[in-house]
């Protein structure tokens, strides 16, 4: 299977979990384990040699989960540091190490992947307009969809990239809502324009900004604020 293109895992197609099933037991465990294990090298490079056999290890286990599971496996090693929501894998240098020690942190890593895809996808599927909302009231879900997103990228642990890994959370929010990817991707671009930097989690009223200029790029109209109609909805969310 070709490796996933940057394009790629900008598309919410190829890593939305209700389009790629996944079914994990015991045996699977076992078997991942045992495909990982054959793959880690019996003397490990180290910093002298500059970690080039644990790097290959990670690129020959890279290959065997896409292989395995598709396009939607791509993020397993999408680590924290590297601004992804992986907390189990912390790149090859430091997570590959014995046999068993590896396979584990493996399995960890791809099974937190594929929980943090669920719950993106039900935070998507919480947050989206209804298909009939009005211009007004559709200006208010993006808004607020923005707003709680960008949280929920700053909250996985991603250090100094989070800013791209919230780029392309919102552009699959866009598109799972049925926008075209590439327009979806213009509008993100467009709302963030530069405005989060590495390293610095940005004001709550920043990401308010950026959520009502998004909404207004999208709808031409102004989210409105503290409606008595949504105030439910909007507790409902906030607990989340």
Known sequence: MPRITYGGIRDWEQC????????????????????????VPPVLSGMAGGWQG?????????????ERYGTWAWGWNWYHCSGGPIGNWTGGSSSVTTPDETAARVVAALLEWREWLERTAQRFAELAPPPDASPEDRSWHLERACVRLVTHTMDSGADNAWRGQTSIVLGWFLTSTGMDRAEAARAVERAIGGRFKSWVHPERGLVESVGEDLAVDLTGHAPYRDHREWEALERHHDRY
């Not at 644990?54 to 896409?66: L, R, T, Y």
């Open 16 to 39: 939305d979990p209700a389009r790629h099933p996944f079914t994990w037991d015991e045996e699977e465990d076992e078997h991942l384990r045992s495909l990982v294990r054959e793959w």
């Open 54 to 66: 644990e790097s290959w290890c990670e690129s020959q286990v890279d290959a065997i989960i896409q």
